[in-house]
């Protein structure tokens, strides 16, 4: 089911829903590796939370061998080499270019798998989080398998996860 552990948090100290959810990279529900058809990732990004407006704030970077953590896909991340992107768009591109009926962005902070997630990154990853929801934009945190990283970011946000229903 895609999105894989899709999660919705808020902060600590409030009662008011955030518009702020954590989740799994598109196709994690398959399996751990193997290339992602698009159409599998459209269903992801058809399947996240509704909102006027959607950021995809990304965690995915490397795996502790090197491998990019998008190269399961026909886009990469917007940090690669040119040699790593093979001429492939961006993700952010990728998702211009498919025409979703809503606006959407992505912000990339690149980490590495099984890693705990730099000081400085956990800060960045925060003032975005912050600014976005500000703004009104629904915010989707999302890692390789949708745990690790994500929660060291929430944990780091004062978020706490929300078992409310809709």
Same mark, same amino acid.
Do not use: M
């Given at each position: 089911m895609e999105p894989y552990r899709l999660r919705r948090w808020?902060?600590?100290?409030?009662?008011?829903?955030?518009?702020f959810y954590t989740c799994a990279r598109p196709g994690r529900s398959k399996g751990k590796s193997g290339d992602v058809a698009d159409?599998?990732?459209?269903?992801?990004?058809?399947?996240?939370?509704?909102? @006027?407006? &959607?950021?995809?704030?990304? #965690?995915l970077g490397w795996k502790p061998n090197g491998m990019s953590e998008f190269s399961f896909y026909s886009f990469c991340g917007a940090w690669e080499s040119p040699e790593e992107r093979r001429r492939r768009p961006t993700f952010a591109e990728w998702i211009a270019e498919s025409n979703q009926d809503r606006p959407m962005k992505v912000v990339e902070h690149?980490?590495?798998?099984? @890693?705990? &997630?730099?000081?400085?990154? #956990?800060?960045?990853v925060e003032r975005d989080v912050h600014r976005l929801l500000e703004h009104g934009w629904t915010v989707i945190l999302v890692d390789s398998g949708g745990e690790t990283r994500t929660k060291q970011v929430c944990s780091h946000l004062q978020f706490v996860e929300d078992s409310r229903r809709p």
């Open positions: 808020n902060e600590r100290s409030s009662t008011d829903r955030l518009a159409e599998v990732v459209y269903k992801w990004l058809q399947n996240l939370p509704q909102g @006027e407006k &959607v950021a995809i704030v990304s #965690l690149p980490t590495e798998d099984y @890693e705990p &997630v730099k000081p400085r990154i #956990l800060d960045a």
